[in-house]
């Protein structure tokens, strides 16, 4: 329960606040009197700071930072600045009951009396331990690749769809006797002289069109004289399969040509860039998820409280009842429908069934979102994988899926979707095949006179999780995907 020690510094008659509070458990929630010692604990702060309400309630909360905190008279710090400006923010390592430490979002709110001087302090404590932790991995592996990038032999480069450049290596700074702050965000033109430049842009304007790498040879005038180069040009997708930006290796071969397994690895090597960058969209995206739900959900979960104690403290009729009752019944409904909005918003994001009930449940459930946006009849066998995949992998599956499905419902004139989902054990099969007008499989990079790059896509991705895709199709006689890899890895 919600425990106060004396003096109280709300109103000990506000219950919907005290019962609101308690029933936080993914934030410490708690008051501070003037000085800033402990006046009511929460769940969520016997959670987090392992302190339990007959530990915590008197004790200053300075024993909550760390000990090189205090001696920087951090705690101070924070009450007078809270004092001074109305609130305090601040993210930094805090200290648990045992000693350990976690990475804590903070907000310290001043509490004002009615003649204006501070009577307490709401503190609200979020454990952001996992998304601090996630943020060092990304920079570490964001560190690693600019390393990759700056000890390769081959000019690299990342350009953002208005060919502005977004990340060049070393070897490109050399080669045409640039500094950084030269080259990004500045496009081709800006750089080159005209006829190179146009050279640069057509071709990029090619991977775009495509929506697939393209390789091939030019003359480029260095700093050092007009030399040969291979040249490997490749789309970055977000998760969506949108092209987002395009990348590029470039080897001399001028004196000796490079060997075609030599720029096969290297253009794997950058073909994992791209899939990085897609892990960093799903990560962004799971973010935002949470953000919506932890924030935002929460926050109309309270409205919608507050709103309906209102609702039962209004007298039966007359004095005006009837209208505010109208205007917080039309307000409770608009609350209703935004927290759907969210919900659907939050489904394209990170699909919470896909979350908490996995892979087959998910598939299932957006197999009943299509057919409502479509008029293709979707029918999901199979079963759910025991024990689940790993997360990466199940986001992947999830995804390729998705893309098939559009892929149906733009290319395929198809009438019904069959998927089929299943795992013996060791390995899992998942099949989308449609009734719909088919295409030349053997045909390479075209189907229907457009670029075949969502298959691409898909093989792609499937083989970022260590699977194998094949596609059967023929004109006249529908396609048939099928995604099969292990289990469990090894």
Request: proline share 3%; glycine share 8%.
């Amino acid at each position: 329960m919600l425990m106060k020690a004396k003096p109280a510094l709300i109103s000990p008659s506000d219950e919907s606040f005290a019962a609101l509070v308690e029933s936080v458990t993914d934030y410490a929630i708690f008051l501070l009197d003037d000085v800033g010692r402990v006046a009511s604990w929460n769940a969520g702060a016997e959670r987090i700071k392992g302190y339990s309400a007959q530990e915590a309630l008197g004790l200053s909360y300075e024993l909550f930072f760390t000990s090189e905190d205090r001696a920087a008279g951090l705690p101070a710090a924070a009450l007078r600045t809270a004092q001074e400006e109305g609130r305090y923010r601040n993210e930094g390592w805090r200290r648990r009951r045992d000693g350990s430490h976690y990475w804590a979002g903070v907000v310290l709110t001043a509490l004002k009396s009615a003649e204006g001087g501070v009577r307490g302090y709401l503190k609200v404590t979020r454990d952001l331990s996992e998304r601090h932790d996630a943020a060092e991995r990304l920079r570490e592996s964001e560190e690693r690749f600019r390393a990759f990038m700056s000890a390769s032999p081959s000019l690299m480069f990342i350009k953002d769809r208005a060919g502005r450049y977004l990340l060049v290596n070393d070897r490109f700074l050399a080669r045409f006797g640039l500094r950084l702050d030269q080259v990004l965000g500045r496009e081709d033109v800006e750089l080159f002289a005209p006829d190179q430049a146009g050279r640069f842009v057509e071709n990029d304007t090619r991977v775009f069109a495509l929506g697939a790498p393209v390789e091939f040879e030019e003359v480029a005038r260095y700093a050092d004289g007009e030399r040969v180069n291979a040249v490997s040009k490749f789309p970055i997708r977000d998760a969506g399969g949108n092209i987002v930006a395009i990348g590029g290796i470039a080897n001399d071969i001028s004196e000796s040509r490079r060997t075609a397994r030599e720029l096969a690895e290297t253009a794997e090597q950058l073909r994992e860039v791209s899939n990085r960058l897609v892990e960093i969209q799903e990560s962004e995206r799971r973010e935002l998820a949470y953000e919506l739900h932890d924030r935002v959900g929460q926050n109309l979960t309270a409205l919608n409280i507050s709103l309906n104690i209102l609702m039962r403290q209004l007298p039966a009729a007359g004095g005006g009842a009837d209208d505010l009752r109208v205007r917080l019944v039309d307000a409770l409904r608009l609350i209703e429908d935004t927290a759907l909005c969210i919900e659907d918003v939050m489904g394209g994001l990170r699909p919470p069934v896909l979350v908490n009930f996995g892979l087959f449940a998910a598939l299932r459930w957006y197999a009943q979102q299509f057919e409502k946006r479509s008029t293709i009849a979707v029918a999901v066998g199979g079963a759910e994988t025991e024990p689940r995949l790993s997360a990466e992998r199940e986001t992947a599956i999830y995804r390729i899926a998705q893309e098939a499905m559009t892929n149906v419902a733009k290319h395929a004139r198809a009438t019904r979707i069959d998927i089929d989902f299943r795992c013996d054990g060791a390995t899992l099969v998942m099949s989308i095949a449609d009734d719909g007008v088919g295409f030349d499989a053997a045909a390479p990079g075209r189907r229907s006179g457009q670029p075949r790059w969502g298959m691409i896509n898909l093989r792609e991705r499937a083989r970022a999780i260590g699977g194998r895709l094949d596609i059967d199709s023929a004109p006249g006689r529908g396609t048939k995907i099928t995604i099969e890899l292990r289990c469990r890895p090894g």
